[in-house]
């Protein structure tokens, strides 16, 4: 059997322990692959690579197509970024999977009670909050973009749903803020029925992310594939890791068009670092996400049917399990595994399917792919949300930003925080030093960006206006949403 070569990044802190004895495992379970180590994580980010790897490194995952990676420390710091989350946005793995299953040996409170868990989290991984697009505009107030694509949310539907066609699944979830998020999570579960509807085999319904919280921790079973924006999927899929025993079971596969990454949720737990004691287990659960992904799914099963063994037989690390058998190192704990190659667990893998793999090498683009929807909308300029700094009363605010109103553009509201203050409002809406002010022509009539551009200017010259936000209808629906109150 041809061998296939991948990237492997050891990572920090206890990442090359945990690598090590993951790849003894494969290596002794004879899988067909080679790795190839590359220099990524703190210490390089140290070494002044910004992006916490080389040169060398990038070009090997972007040739070899599949990275297999321990976590990595953030450095601290303000301005720096994650280097996790680096790899994952400029590398386009624009779908996070998570898988959590209730295992023989790891007591939780459902497994005690005879609740058996399986569902996996579908987390959208490039945008939301993720985009990381931050800025004071004023001493006070910060503010981060929340972009949500529709093509974005596309890609991560359809994973969600092909994953569902290829491996069983009945129903797929949309997990989402909408009520309250009408155009962001609005867009993101629009196009989830958008893509449901070439899926009718498939269930599919959505929840809001509140009550997907609740009905997780008092009824999980009662779920099988969720779909969720960015910051939504990262909390959900930490509580997940708490009903299945924590994140020594939680892994992790980051799945894009072209490189794929596969890694546990846990980071680099600096706290037993060197210690020998870290359970190596969601790691060589995300290895099993690697082998089937490389279509290599008889390894994975022998390898997971070994692992389940050496649960059943009560050995564990000492994060979990039952404490009146002595904990086993890391490397022991590896070691059992290893012994068990090829033994059969009492309650053997209940695979849903074999996928049959879609594993290609990266095709190279020449540059950056756009995906923009083809079919394009009637787009019209209709005013401007202009914000700026004042410690002033909305009234006086208002008064000076009257000055600037034409016969079409008027001045509409001025809100803060979110919340219109005038032309009505409350005394009880407490304020910071950041209005919003809404000039808007009256229904029907359209503007120029220019004359917009050149209403921010001219106002700029009394005001401080800290940002802008050109107001526009897509056909004839408006592309902003109301103020709280308006
Ligand atoms: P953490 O996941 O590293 O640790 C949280 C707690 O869980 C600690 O008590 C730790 O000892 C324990 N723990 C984690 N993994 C374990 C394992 N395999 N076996 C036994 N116990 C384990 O989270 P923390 O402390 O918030 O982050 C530490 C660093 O890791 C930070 O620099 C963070 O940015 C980074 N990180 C990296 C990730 C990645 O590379 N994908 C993901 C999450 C955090």
């Given at each position: 059997?041809?061998?296939?070569?991948?990237?492997?990044?050891?990572?920090?802190?206890?990442?090359?322990?945990?690598?090590?004895?993951?790849?003894?495992?494969?290596?002794?379970?004879?899988?067909?692959?080679?790795?190839?180590?590359?220099?990524?994580?703190?210490?390089?980010y140290?070494?002044?690579?910004s992006?916490?790897?080389?040169?060398?490194?990038?070009?090997?995952?972007?040739?070899?197509?599949?990275?297999?990676?321990?976590?990595?420390e953030t450095p601290k710091g303000k301005g720096v970024k994650s280097i996790?989350v680096t790899?994952?946005?400029?590398?386009?793995?624009?779908?996070?999977?998570?898988?959590?299953?209730?295992?023989?040996?790891?007591?939780?409170?459902?497994?005690?009670?005879?609740?058996?868990?399986?569902?996996?989290?579908?987390?959208?991984?490039?945008?939301?909050?993720?985009?990381g697009i931050e800025h004071m505009l004023?001493q006070?107030?910060a503010l981060c973009?929340?972009?949500?694509?529709?093509?974005?949310?596309?890609?991560?539907?359809?994973?969600?749903?092909?994953?569902?066609?290829?491996?069983?699944?009945?129903?797929?979830?949309?997990?989402?803020?909408?009520?309250?998020?009408?155009?962001?999570?609005?867009?993101?579960?629009?196009?989830?029925?958008?893509?449901?509807?070439?899926?009718?085999?498939?269930?599919?319904?959505?929840?809001?992310?509140?009550?997907?919280?609740?009905?997780?921790?008092?009824?999980?079973?009662?779920?099988?594939?969720?779909?969720?924006?960015?910051?939504?999927?990262?909390?959900?899929?930490?509580?997940?890791?708490?009903?299945?025993?924590?994140?020594?079971?939680?892994?992790?596969?980051?799945?894009?068009?072209?490189?794929?990454?596969?890694?546990?949720?846990?980071?680099?737990?600096?706290?037993?670092?060197?210690?020998?004691?870290?359970?190596?287990?969601?790691?060589?659960?995300?290895?099993?996400?690697?082998?089937?992904?490389?279509?290599?799914?008889?390894?994975?099963?022998?390898?997971?049917?070994?692992?389940?063994?050496?649960?059943?037989?009560?050995?564990?690390?000492?994060?979990?399990?039952?404490?009146?058998?002595?904990?086993?190192?890391?490397?022991?704990?590896?070691?059992?595994?290893?012994?068990?190659?090829?033994?059969?667990?009492?309650?053997?893998?209940?695979?849903?399917?074999?996928?049959?793999?879609?594993?290609?090498?990266?095709?190279?683009?020449?540059?950056?792919?756009?995906?923009?929807?083809?079919?394009?909308?009637?787009?019209?300029?209709?005013?401007?949300?202009?914000?700026?700094?004042?410690?002033?009363?909305?009234?006086?605010?208002?008064?000076?930003?009257?000055?600037?109103?034409?016969?079409?553009?008027?001045?509409?509201?001025?809100?803060?925080?979110?919340?219109?203050?005038?032309?009505?409002?409350?005394?009880?809406?407490?304020?910071?030093?950041?209005?919003?002010?809404?000039?808007?022509?009256?229904?029907?009539?359209?503007?120029?960006?220019?004359?917009?551009?050149?209403?921010?200017?001219?106002?700029?010259?009394?005001?401080?206006?800290?940002?802008?936000?050109?107001?526009?209808?897509?056909?004839?629906?408006?592309?902003?949403?109301?103020?709280?109150?308006?």
């Open positions: 059997m041809n061998k296939i070569k991948i990237a492997v990044a050891k990572g920090d802190g206890i990442g090359p322990e945990i690598m090590d004895v993951v790849l003894s495992i494969f290596d002794a379970a004879n899988v067909p692959l080679t790795y190839e180590i590359i220099e990524m994580g703190k210490s390089f140290d070494k002044g690579f992006t916490g790897m080389t040169q060398e490194a990038k070009e090997t995952v972007e040739s070899l197509g599949v990275l297999f990676k321990g976590p990595m996790n790899a994952r946005k400029t590398w386009s793995t624009y779908a996070n999977r998570r898988h959590f299953k209730s295992l023989t040996g790891v007591n939780t409170v459902f497994s005690k009670a005879g609740i058996p868990i399986d569902l996996t989290i579908v987390r959208e991984n490039i945008e939301g909050t993720y985009g004023t006070d107030v973009r929340r972009l949500i694509s529709r093509p974005g949310s596309m890609q991560v539907h359809r994973f969600a749903f092909e994953m569902a066609k290829k491996e069983g699944f009945k129903t797929v979830t949309c997990a989402h803020k909408a009520n309250i998020m009408k155009l962001t999570d609005g867009l993101f579960l629009d196009t989830f029925y958008e893509v449901a509807k070439d899926y009718p085999e498939i269930s599919a319904n959505d929840i809001i992310v509140d009550d997907l919280a609740m009905k997780l921790v008092s009824k999980p079973q009662s779920f099988e594939l969720v779909v969720l924006t960015n910051l939504q999927g990262d909390i959900m899929s930490d509580l997940c890791a708490g009903l299945v025993g924590g994140l020594g079971f939680a892994p992790s596969a980051n799945i894009g068009d072209q490189i794929s990454i596969f890694e546990a949720v846990h980071g680099t737990a600096p706290d037993i670092m060197g210690k020998n004691i870290a359970n190596p287990t969601a790691l060589l659960l995300s290895g099993f996400m690697l082998l089937r992904h490389l279509g290599l799914m008889d390894f994975a099963d022998k390898i997971e049917n070994a692992l389940l063994l050496t649960l059943e037989q009560g050995n564990h690390t000492g994060d979990f399990g039952d404490k009146s058998n002595p904990s086993l190192s890391t490397t022991e704990f590896a070691e059992k595994i290893i012994s068990n190659l090829g033994k059969a667990p009492s309650i053997g893998l209940n695979r849903k399917s074999q996928i049959p793999s879609t594993f290609h090498l990266p095709e190279k683009p020449s540059v950056q792919k756009m995906m923009a929807s083809s079919l394009r909308k009637q787009e019209k300029v209709t005013g401007l949300d202009l914000f700026f700094e004042s410690q002033d009363t909305p009234q006086s605010c208002a008064e000076i930003l009257k000055g600037f109103e034409s016969s079409d553009v008027k001045l509409i509201m001025i809100s803060n925080r979110g919340t219109q203050v005038w032309p009505s409002g409350s005394v009880f809406t407490e304020c910071v030093d950041q209005y919003r002010a809404r000039f808007e022509l009256s229904v029907g009539k359209e503007t120029t960006l220019k004359e917009m551009m050149d209403l921010a200017t001219r106002i700029s010259e009394k005001v401080f206006v800290s940002s802008i936000e050109i107001l526009r209808y897509f056909d004839n629906n408006p592309g902003y949403s109301l103020a709280q109150g308006q």
